[in-house]
């Protein structure tokens, strides 16, 4: 599905609630909160996805039908370590270990839309977190690559998602910066750290008509997308956000 330019009222809702719910995969996180909700001990928080889906996300301009039901349809609280599961369907941000967080869920909506997944598409995402993210994403696509750079979140989002019944979401530990060139070309990438500039490997592996969905600056951040065409690659600026830094090789490069 592709998707209509957002109203200049939506975007301007949605930048000012953006910078009121703070950065996204950013907050101090206390290790001993333990792991993500364990098998079995799930309850029935349905009617929380649907406030969270009507309140935060259809609220704020995100018009997706199929975004909206992959929102509706994965259990966030299953990807937050225990004592966050209450707070789950929150309006913002929650910490799952290693000084990292799970997105705002409008984020990673907005995100979702953004890329304009269809059914048969092949994503790849850079920065699994917590794997809520390549959730929603596994819920749009045919098959979704992501990568994480710290091996612990890797690993346990991996598992998360087996347990859940993601098959077709690949997880693997490793630096975004290159992307996967085996499983390129894709028909949409989406990056969930701010880059100083956009990886020159990953837009090399749109396939034509794809599209990257990324955060880019430092101090100051546009979350922007790139779609290849047949000429070349189109940019456009969606409206400011805040992420933590992408690190690793594009941090190595700019110090050379």
């Given at each position: 599905m592709r998707i209509a330019p957002f109203s200049a009222a939506a975007l301007a809702l949605a930048l000012a609630?953006?910078?009121?719910?703070?950065?996204?995969?950013?907050?101090?996180?206390?290790?001993?909160q333990g792991a993500a909700v364990?098998?079995?001990?799930?309850?029935?928080?349905?009617?929380?996805?649907?406030?969270?889906?009507?309140?935060?996300?259809?609220?704020?301009?995100?018009?997706?039908?199929?975004?909206?039901?992959?929102?509706?349809?994965?259990?966030?609280?299953?990807?937050?370590p225990r004592a966050q599961a209450p707070?789950?369907?929150?309006?913002?941000?929650?910490?799952?270990?290693?000084?990292?967080?799970?997105?705002?869920?409008?984020?990673?909506?907005?995100?979702?839309?953004?890329?304009?997944?269809?059914?048969?598409?092949?994503?790849?995402?850079?920065?699994t977190g917590s794997g809520y993210g390549a959730a929603v994403l596994g819920e749009l696509a045919a098959e979704v690559y992501s990568i994480e750079i710290l091996e612990p979140l890797a690993l346990r989002a991996a598992a998360t998602l087996k347990r859940l019944g993601y098959a077709r979401i690949h997880v693997r530990a490793g630096d975004g910066y290159a992307g996967w060139p085996d499983a390129a070309p894709f028909d949409a990438i989406v990056v969930t750290a701010a880059a100083p500039r956009v990886p020159?490997?990953?837009?090399?592996?749109?396939?034509?008509?794809?599209?990257l969905v990324i955060p880019v600056g430092d101090a100051l951040q546009q979350l922007e997308v790139h779609t290849r065409t047949a000429d070349g690659v189109l940019r456009r600026?969606?409206?400011p956000v805040r992420f933590v830094p992408m690190t690793g090789e594009i941090r190595r490069r700019d110090s050379d």
């Open positions: 609630l953006v910078l009121a719910g703070a950065s996204c995969r950013a907050e101090p996180a206390d290790p001993a364990a098998p079995g001990s799930e309850v029935d928080r349905s009617a929380e996805r649907e406030r969270m889906v009507t309140q935060q996300i259809e609220a704020r301009g995100v018009e997706d039908p199929r975004v909206l039901e992959a929102m509706r349809r994965v259990p966030r609280h299953a990807f937050v707070q789950a369907y929150a309006d913002h941000p929650l910490p799952i270990g290693h000084d990292q967080t799970i997105s705002q869920p409008f984020i990673v909506a907005i995100m979702a839309e953004l890329a304009e997944v269809d059914p048969g598409d092949r994503v790849l995402e850079v920065g020159p490997l990953l837009l090399e592996q749109l396939a034509e008509g794809g599209r600026r969606v409206f």
